[in-house]
């Protein structure tokens, strides 16, 4: 099974408008780190924001906010007032068991986003 | 800030030639370091993981004699492709696992290979 779904391949938004990427993910752990990555067409992956699983509050970076629903297992990526720069592929990402090091990342599909303007 | 070096960003080079990649962590130390796969439109794919000071652990169906990695400081991790072949050809990126405190890979920002 998929431990990460981003089911949404391709996004189209309207300059600054809101725009929200969807992620799932599937884990038995208790313990665990949800992340987003952005990738613009040069090939660097951006870090944009975390989430840890027992953090009570939706984390938020700037424009960036992570909508975290445990119980739905849900982590959607909320960028407001979208600009021609946030044109690029997205990945949800999740850590599962963190250790003090070496804790691999497993990514999603990834969505590409498109900013209209 | 948490400043990942990778070098160099494109190679290209002939049919059974080494190359070396290397990922270096700028501003801060890394313990561990992963190398990723990525072929166009699709996701990350993992390698393998570069613990300093030890041998690297790979993933299922990565061949350890053709991706040598090398881990020997808190701060540069090297992956060479040895003998490469056409089929070798992908989008090589590292990251660097910063330990506090969120446990955050930051990434370098990637080697096109293309293998002739």
């Known amino acids: 099974a998929q431990k990460i779904t981003q089911t949404q391949p391709g996004m189209f938004v309207q300059e600054k408008e809101a725009v929200t990427l969807d992620c799932t993910y599937d884990?038995?752990?208790?313990?665990?780190?949800l992340f987003w990555y952005k990738q613009p067409s040069s090939g660097e992956m951006i870090f944009l924001i975390y989430?840890?699983?027992?953090?009570?509050q939706n984390a938020t970076e700037g424009r960036y906010s992570l909508n975290f629903q445990k119980a739905r297992k849900s982590a959607n990526l909320v960028i407001s007032a979208s600009q021609l720069g946030d044109s690029a592929m997205y990945f949800c990402?999740?850590?599962?068991?963190?250790?003090?090091?070496?804790?691999?990342?497993?990514f999603g599909a990834g969505t590409i986003l498109r900013v209209k303007s | 800030g948490a400043v990942v070096s990778q070098h160099p960003s494109w190679v290209i080079c002939k049919s059974g030639t080494s190359v070396k990649i290397e990922c270096r962590s700028l501003?801060?130390?890394?313990?561990?370091m992963f190398w990723y796969r990525q072929f166009p439109k699709q996701s990350l794919m993992l390698m393998a993981t570069?613990?300093?000071?030890?041998?690297?652990?790979?993933e299922q169906g990565v061949e350890k004699d053709k991706f040598l990695i090398n881990h020997a400081s808190l701060t540069l991790s090297t992956l060479t492709v040895t003998s490469a072949h056409p089929e070798d050809s992908s989008f090589y990126i590292c990251?660097?696992?910063?330990?506090?405190?969120?446990?955050?890979?930051?990434f370098g920002a990637g080697t096109r290979l293309s293998v002739l």
């Open positions: 990402a999740m850590r599962e068991a963190a250790m003090e090091y070496g804790n691999k990342l497993v």
């Open positions: 570069s613990n300093e000071g030890s041998k690297a652990t790979y």
């Open positions: 884990t038995s752990d208790q313990s665990y780190g």
């Open positions: 501003d801060f130390q890394a313990t561990t």
């Open positions: 990251s660097a696992e910063k330990n506090s405190p969120k446990n955050i890979q930051y």
């Open positions: 989430q840890g699983s027992y953090d009570e």
